[in-house]
């Protein structure tokens, strides 16, 4: 009789024991997984943010050079804006720099007719080298070219050439008294210095003598 019970247990082939064990694996898997799902998920977080914070030091640096480049931009068009001014301002510098001479011998041939001069050419000479000097000056007033004619001013280095020191009682001291040649400007800008003689103190025993 417990043969056959032996038998019969052995025939349905599936004992109680082994069917716990499975249970049990299971378990123990399914803990397992669980445990390592919780390990992995602060690694996960930790990069996440490691990686955020390297994207916006990035973004950052990228704003940063933004701004740069925008700066370097606006620089560069106001100076080209500028440079561009100043090339329709000061083209004529070379040439009218070229023209001061031959202002300066109108000047000059005017100068040396006397206006009392009876002598009927040299008067109508004078007269036609005073029509081509208005004119001439009338050229320069329109490309806004000034002339620098400094006499009873005070000394100024930066449009006065001074040629010479005189002393005058008649004028402050550092003031110019004479003028040997004029100076001129274009828009301000200086294209020739004005030769000058500068007044001094006059000597204080030869006054007394």
């Known amino acids: 009789m417990s043969d056959e019970k032996e038998n019969s247990v052995t025939a349905e082939g599936h004992p109680s024991e082994p ?12 803990e397992e997984t669980g445990q390592h799902d919780a390990g992995k998920e602060p690694d996960l ?9 390297t994207a916006r030091e990035e973004a950052k640096g990228n704003w ?12 560069l068009r106001r100076r080209s804006k500028r440079e561009l001014e100043d090339s329709h ?10 023209l001061l001479p031959v202002l300066d011998s109108l000047e000059l041939g005017i100068q040396a007719a006397s206006p009392d001069e009876t002598n009927h050419e040299i008067v109508k000479l004078r007269e036609g080298n005073e029509l081509i000097l208005q004119q001439l000056t009338s050229v320069f007033e329109k490309f806004n070219i000034e002339v620098v004619d400094p006499v009873g001013e005070t000394f100024n280095p930066e449009f006065h050439q001074a040629m010479a020191m005189e002393a005058c009682d008649e004028a402050e001291p550092n003031t110019v008294v004479r003028v040997f040649q004029k100076g001129y400007l274009l828009n301000q800008r200086l294209i020739r210095a004005a030769m000058v003689v500068v007044a001094k103190e006059s000597d204080p025993e030869k006054i007394e003598k």
């Open 19 to 30: 069917v716990e064990s499975l249970e049990q694996a299971e378990g123990t898997i399914a």
């Open 64 to 75: 940063e050079k933004l701004l740069r480049s925008q700066a370097e931009l606006e620089n």
């Open 89 to 98: 301002k000061f083209a004529v510098e070379k040439f009218s720099r070229e």
């Open 45 to 53: 977080t930790e990069q996440l943010e490691s990686d955020l914070e």
